[in-house]
């Protein structure tokens, strides 16, 4: 997703990443091992964590935090690291933009996959974690959110009530398959990493991703698979109703 969001941005866009699997915002404070910390920073977008907040040399910093929400706001702490990290980018570059990237559970959550996302954000997002730590940081200081589960449901419920739409025919359609042929619940394949980084755009760049290609490649330079025209041109409409209209990305309606 990052990669395909560096092809879509504004010229000068650069990036760096930390990563892990399923990884809190704790341990990549240094308070837990990351998981998968070798394989998933095997690459050259990688700087350690604390490394780039310190350097001042971003003026945006994306957070995110693991799911099952509820679990990380329970046994890891979410609110408060959440505040060092942003304590840190602050005190090394006071006029950071900083973000709170809101993520989704798995498919075949119980309590249903729209149902979960259209009550996840206030509860879990927004007063779980964002409000609290948000008391931590000095007066005035801001944590906007890139609502990608917000939008992903927006998108799902609009292209299931047309009974499809282009190359997306359900929810599925934007979920990998695992090696054995089954559906991976939780990971996006390249048509939804494609619409989480036209929202990003939009919340980022405060922009219209309308108009944006809609043929990009994946981070190891193959060719990533596209969205049809019509499929396209949805994902661009939704991510920016989105980006204006969901609370608390910043972005004026």
Not at 135 to 152: D, F, K, M, Y
Not at 231 to 244: H, K, N, S, T, Y
Request: glycine share 8%.
């Amino acid at each position: 997703m990052p990669a395909m969001l560096a092809q879509l941005a504004d010229e000068g866009h650069a990036y760096n990443s930390q990563l892990g699997w399923g990884t809190t915002l704790k341990a990549h404070w240094g308070d837990a091992p990351i998981n998968g910390f070798e394989a998933e920073n095997d690459h050259d977008r990688f700087r350690p964590a604390h490394e780039a907040v310190a350097s001042g040399d971003y003026d945006a910093i994306v957070l995110t935090e693991m799911v099952e929400i509820r679990d990380a706001i329970a046994y890891f702490d979410s609110p408060e690291y959440l505040a060092l990290w942003a304590n840190a980018a602050l005190k090394a570059r006071p006029d950071v933009r900083l973000y709170l990237y809101e993520t989704w559970h798995p498919l075949d959550d119980p309590a249903g996959w729209v149902t979960r996302l259209e009550t996840d954000f206030a509860h879990y997002w927004d007063a779980g974690i964002l409000r609290p730590a948000l008391a931590e940081l000095p007066e005035g200081a801001l944590i906007h959110v890139v609502p990608a589960g917000q939008a992903l449901a927006a998108l799902v419920e609009a292209v299931e009530a047309q009974g499809g739409v282009g190359n997306i025919g359900d929810r599925n359609d934007l979920f990998a398959l695992q090696p054995d042929g089954t559906r991976d619940m939780i990971h996006l394949n390249d048509l939804g990493n494609y619409f989480v980084a036209l929202v990003h755009y939009a919340v980022l760049y405060q922009k219209d991703p309308t108009g944006l290609p809609f043929q990009l490649n994946r981070a190891d330079g193959s060719l990533a698979d596209a969205p049809t025209q019509e499929a396209g041109r949805l994902m661009q409409e939704i991510a920016w109703q989105a980006a204006r209209y969901t609370q608390l990305t910043g972005v004026a309606r």
